[in-house]
């Protein structure tokens, strides 16, 4: 079975561009979370999509981001325009809609360098 | 507030225990996670503890709950080189489905 994928793997933009990051959670999760982590900080969430629906969006920093889902499969999450302080790490994660413990599948990140 | 905190770094010799200790805020979290992240790697999720459980053990990892204090501690037995990783605590306040809140990572270091 295939984990959770990104794409690209590393980005490297200048400010005032736009990117957009995309992410195929793992086939039959209706939950699929974006986090993000600046360097040596901690990793936040940034929202939380059930299905084609945004459950969460409280982690999402401004409205330079915005984040679809359509068909409520892969999703995208694109930044315009992109500031300095977007550099880093984003992550993707997907879960089943079930009770218990909510184990979050994580993808490789994608690494966005804006300078 | 939401925090979890860790410590930074740890640094082990091939064969050793470590341990990694976490401490979080939030006393409603049912759920307490331990993710390893190799380099290049997604985060991998280790091990969860239920949050009326004090212990939960598998093959090499121990972890511990203390409830009371709010502390969390992960016990890698016979640390290997392949361990060395950034280990992040995280919890989940709200039920199932949300969000996780994580600390800034724990990068453990093993020499051989």
């Known amino acids: 079975e295939a984990g959770v994928t990104q794409f690209p793997s590393h980005s490297v933009i200048e400010k005032g561009q736009t990117v957009t990051l995309r992410c195929d959670p793992i086939?039959?999760?209706?939950?699929l979370y974006w986090y993000r982590r600046v360097m040596g900080k901690e990793i936040k969430f940034l929202l939380h999509?059930?299905?084609?629906?945004?459950?969460?969006e409280s982690g999402m920093p401004n409205n330079r981001f915005l984040a679809e889902r359509t068909g409520g499969t892969y999703s995208t999450l694109k930044v315009q325009p992109a500031e300095l302080e977007d550099s880093g790490v984003y992550f993707c994660?997907?879960?089943?809609?079930?009770?218990?413990?909510?184990?979050?599948?994580f993808g490789p990140g994608t690494r966005l360098t804006v300078l | 507030g939401e925090d979890v905190e860790q410590s930074l770094f740890l640094s082990v010799r091939e064969g050793d225990s470590s341990v990694i200790n976490c401490t979080y805020t939030?006393?409603?979290?049912?759920?307490l996670y331990w993710y390893k992240q190799e380099p290049g790697a997604g985060l991998q999720l280790l091990t969860y503890?239920?949050?009326?459980?004090d212990m939960k053990q598998d093959q090499r990892l121990t972890v511990l709950l203390n409830k009371k204090d709010k502390h969390l501690s992960l016990r890698i037995a016979d640390t290997q080189t392949g361990d060395s990783a950034i280990y992040f605590c995280?919890?989940?306040?709200?039920?199932?489905?949300?969000?996780?809140?994580f600390g800034k990572g724990t990068t453990l270091s093993v020499s051989s």
């Open positions: 999509f059930v299905k084609e629906s945004k459950q969460d």
């Open positions: 503890i239920f949050s009326n459980m």
């Open positions: 086939s039959g999760h209706d939950n």
């Open positions: 995280a919890e989940n306040p709200n039920q199932a489905g949300t969000a996780l809140i």
């Open positions: 939030d006393s409603s979290s049912t759920y």
């Open positions: 994660a997907s879960s089943p809609l079930s009770g218990g413990p909510n184990e979050q599948f």
